[in-house]
């Protein structure tokens, strides 16, 4: 059993848990958190006067699924949530601890 991590943009969480529909996943946990990585931080406009907000919205999905099936798992996470830009998120996969 492998649990696969993916921290991926809030818009794109509907897309991906329809591709996982049908994928081997023995268990999903769905979470909102904020982070943020090389794209750092964003400005955004609040009565009128520009402010940074240090850390972007994200969503993370944990998923455990069989060995043999993580990376079918993660091609299919891939395929919907990877556009090409900075910040579309990051995928890990860790071992079960025994």
Same mark, same amino acid.
């Given at each position: 059993? =492998?649990?696969?991590?993916?921290?991926? +943009?809030?818009?794109?969480?509907?897309?991906?848990?329809?591709?996982?529909?049908?994928?081997?996943?023995?268990?999903?946990?769905?979470?909102?958190? =904020? !982070?943020?990585?090389?794209? +750092? /931080?964003?400005?955004?406009?609040?009565?009128?006067?520009?402010? /940074?907000? %240090?850390?972007?919205? +994200?969503?993370?999905?944990?998923?455990?699924?069989?060995?043999?099936?993580?990376?079918?798992?993660? &091609? %299919?996470?891939?395929?919907?949530? &990877?556009? !090409? &830009?900075?910040?579309?998120? =990051?995928?890990?996969?860790?071992?079960?601890?025994?």
């Amino acid at each position: 059993m =492998k649990q696969v991590i993916a921290v991926i +943009k809030p818009y794109l969480v509907e897309k991906v848990l329809d591709a996982l529909r049908h994928a081997p996943i023995e268990a999903c946990e769905v979470h909102e958190v =904020k !982070g943020y990585g090389r794209q +750092k /931080s964003y400005l955004d406009a609040y009565r009128g006067s520009e402010y /940074s907000l %240090a850390y972007l919205p +994200k969503v993370e999905l944990t998923l455990w699924v069989d060995d043999l099936r993580a990376e079918e798992v993660v &091609r %299919a996470i891939n395929g919907v949530a &990877r556009t !090409g &830009r900075m910040g579309d998120g =990051k995928i890990f996969i860790i071992p079960e601890a025994r």
